[in-house]
Each structure stands twice: as structure tokens, then as C-alpha cells.
């Protein structure tokens, strides 16, 4: 057995939605909360921090993120040297897990390894659930332009490329090979982006994109393989596809209307609204972009938070992703404090921490600090519930990070 660590009086925000509780003690041991007490925990040998003023809390889960999308323009993207990409994308990791994420669920760009050089060790970053490789049809915006249709852009120098399905058949297939190069979920573009490369793309956000039939097929398939399916997709017709074909979680969902709202609830689809991502494009990262995406981004800029509140009237699961692409990708911490304008502080954090845990089918193991639960923790300088601006300063405001009982981040005084 390891070396027990005790985590004493904290102030607990247990990731389930109660109060916080004062005074609370946590004991760790081989990678598990062994217990949550409410009194001081002594036990000789074990290694013990008091955390007096410190709030206690889960590690942070980001579902949407692109760690490895590191420039907007898909050609630039493209050309950045391969080591040049795993270094910096390493960097984008390792940040993402002092700001206090401990789990990622990458919407596309990364490959397997990065996810097996963070299981051994070689890069200290968050557990990661990767798409791989996106499930996009023929004529979408992941296109060079002037190629031919179906001849897609590499996401990166590595030679991750989009499945180009047009058709159940391909879909299915499609969907396959992403499970191949070793995805923890399939992820399809039912609509059009924000971020594309020409206006002869033409291809606006809430324009729909498959059938479903098309969407269908990939749901099977994930499902045939234990996983599931999650959507890329902004207006109501798109992600009332998504939903009649068995989709697992809309993204973004900027231009949806009441109906589509109700159809979700009743469905219990999991919403991942991704409010931060139009924030740092028209402010931080505005000058990257081209006059296309800038017309694209305003179509959608003022509807996310219309979008949220409208699904969290009717009751959705609301999760919590970032979706920062090129620069600024530091900022994800941003996320809460915005949801936070339309729900309360604590629903903000709930919806980063449990309601995460349950869209990625780990609520048993991740998402609240509760014994036989993994060890995912962090220490937080203040009282997030006064302040969730904290977490976009997480460098500084994140004092403690431990991932499955490790310690991974410690400025504490000791």
C-alpha cells in the first residue's frame, strides 16, 4: 500500500450540487478517496496538509477541447513541423492540468499516442477521451480549397485526416476507422462551422449537413464498440437529426429553438454548450481570423448564451466545454464564470465536474469527491462560488492538482 495523504480542513464542494461543507477532512490512499470525514483525520505515517482557507473540490472535466489546434488556419496548422506539433501541443497538455482539468474529451486533432504518453508518463497532462479522427461528408469546410471533394486536409503534420462519408454505408465505415485509430467516442459534423478557410466553403453554421440515416449508422457503430456519438451542431434541424438518429451529446447548439430544447429533454441528450470558444475569437484571437469567419462567428456570437439559458428553462443536461481552437487556449477556465450569467455558480461547476462525469460514462469513477472514488482532486485559493473567475486564472488560483491520488501540481507552502 502507498503512503496515505490526508487532506485537512477544507472547505468541500463535493462536485453533487449541495453546500459547501466546511471543515473537512479527505484521506487518499492508492489512487482512491478512501474517506470524507468532517471532523480532522489524524493517522500516523500518512502524509498530512492542512488547507485552512482552501476550497476542495473535483478535478475539472473539459468536454470539448482541441489541445492540438494550434493555428486557425487549417493550412498553417497543417505545415507546423511534426515535433514542433507534439511539443507545443505537450505544452497546451501539461497546462490544461495546472489549470485544473484532470480529464479532457478532445473533439478531433489528436492521435492515440498522446493519450498513451500520458498513461506512462511522458507527458504530466489530463486523462484524455479522444475522437481521433471526425466524421465529416464530402464538400465540408475541413477541405483545402481548389482540391477535389474528397480530398480532405490533414488535421495535422502527424496525418490525422477526416473519415469523408457521404452515405450510411461510409458513415458506418467512417465511424469504424475512427474507433480504429483508437477513439473513445465518434464525433460528426451535422452542421456547418464557424472556423473554415474560404467563402467558397459556403457552408454557414446552421446549415444541416447529414441525414438521419447517415447519423444513425455512426450511432450504431459506436454503440456496437461500447462508445457513443458526439455532434457538431448549431441549428435546430441539425440537431434534431442528431437526436432522432440516438446521438449522445450536442455541441455548441448556438441557433436552437424551444422544440429542439424540449426534444432533448424528453430524449436526454446531453447539452455541451461551448460559450468561451466564441468569447476568445472575437476578442484574443480576432486578428487570426479571415473576414469569413469573422461574418460566421457573429452569426452565432449572441446566440450561445440565448441558447443556454433557453435549454436550461426546459431542463437539459447542461456539461461544460471549452472549444478554444489556435491560440489562448489557456483560457478554458473561462467556461464557468460565463455559464455562470444564466445559471448559479455551484450548476456551473456541477455541470464541469458530475454532469461531465456522466456524459463520458465515468460518473462511478470521476466527477464528485465521495469515498471509492478516484482521486481526482484539486485545491483551489478561495471560494469559487464568490468568484468562478478563479478558475481562468488557474495558474495562479489552482494550488493543489492530483490526478488518481498523484500529486501533480503543489504551490502550497509546506
Known amino acids: 500500500m502507498t503512503k496515505m495523504l490526508v487532506l485537512n480542513n477544507a472547505l468541500l464542494i463535493d462536485g453533487k450540487g449541495g453546500d459547501p461543507q466546511p471543515g473537512v477532512s479527505v484521506v ?32 475539472l472535466i473539459d468536454a470539448h477541447v482541441h489541445p492540438g489546434a494550434l493555428d486557425l488556419n487549417l493550412e498553417d496548422q497543417m505545415n507546423i513541423p511534426p515535433a514542433v506539433f507534439i511539443h507545443k501541443t505537450t505544452k497546451n497538455l501539461e497546462n490544461d492540468l495546472k489549470l485544473g482539468f484532470t480529464t479532457l ?85 451535422a452542421s456547418g462551422e464557424v472556423v473554415s478557410q474560404s467563402k467558397e466553403d459556403r457552408a454557414t453554421p446552421d446549415q444541416w449537413k447529414f441525414t438521419v440515416p447517415e447519423i444513425a449508422a455512426a450511432v450504431e457503430t459506436a454503440e456496437a464498440a461500447g462508445t457513443y456519438v458526439m455532434a457538431h451542431a448549431y441549428g435546430s434541424t441539425a440537431i434534431q437529426n442528431c437526436i432522432h438518429a440516438g446521438v449522445r451529446s450536442i455541441e455548441h447548439g448556438n441557433l436552437m429553438d424551444p422544440e429542439t430544447a424540449a426534444l432533448m429533454v424528453e430524449k436526454g441528450v446531453f447539452y455541451v454548450p461551448t460559450l468561451t470558444c466564441y468569447q476568445v475569437l472575437a476578442k484574443e484571437s480576432r486578428g487570426y481570423m479571415t473576414s469569413y469567419m469573422i461574418e460566421k462567428l457573429e452569426a452565432v456570437l449572441d446566440k450561445g448564451l440565448e441558447a443556454l439559458e433557453m435549454a436550461y428553462r426546459a431542463g437539459v443536461k447542461i456539461c461544460s466545454g471549452s472549444d478554444i ?13 460565463l455559464k455562470a450569467e444564466l445559471m448559479t455558480p455551484m450548476e456551473a461547476i456541477v455541470s464541469a465536474t458530475r454532469t461531465n462525469a456522466e456524459l463520458i460514462n465515468m460518473a462511478d469513477r470521476l466527477g464528485t469527491v465521495e469515498p471509492d472514488k478516484l482521486a481526482d482532486i484539486i485545491v483551489v485559493d478561495g471560494n469559487p462560488l464568490e468568484d468562478l473567475s478563479l478558475f481562468e486564472r488557474g495558474f495562479e488560483s489552482v494550488n493543489m492538482v492530483l490526478k488518481e491520488g498523484q500529486i501533480m501540481k503543489n504551490t502550497l507552502s509546506r
Do not use: W
Open 28 to 59: 487518499v490512499a492508492d489512487g482512491i478517496i478512501k474517506e470524507v470525514s468532517h471532523k480532522e483525520v489524524r493517522i500516523d505515517g500518512a502524509r498530512k496538509i492542512d488547507l485552512k482557507g482552501k476550497c476542495l473540490m473535483p478535478g
Open 105 to 189: 474529451r478532445d473533439g478531433c486533432t489528436l492521435d492515440r499516442g498522446f493519450r498513451t504518453a500520458i498513461e506512462q508518463g511522458y507527458i504530466k497532462g489530463p486523462r484524455l477521451y479522444l475522437a481521433t479522427s471526425q466524421i465529416v461528408q464530402s464538400g465540408a469546410e475541413s477541405y483545402r480549397p481548389g482540391y477535389k471533394l474528397r480530398d480532405p486536409m490533414p488535421q495535422n503534420s502527424l496525418g490525422m485526416i477526416p473519415q469523408v462519408c457521404d452515405g450510411p454505408d461510409e458513415v458506418r465505415r467512417g465511424a469504424r476507422r475512427a474507433l480504429g485509430l483508437g477513439a473513445d467516442q465518434i464525433k460528426i459534423f
Open 325 to 337: 481552437v489556435g491560440p489562448n487556449q489557456e483560457l478554458k477556465g473561462r467556461e464557468l464564470a
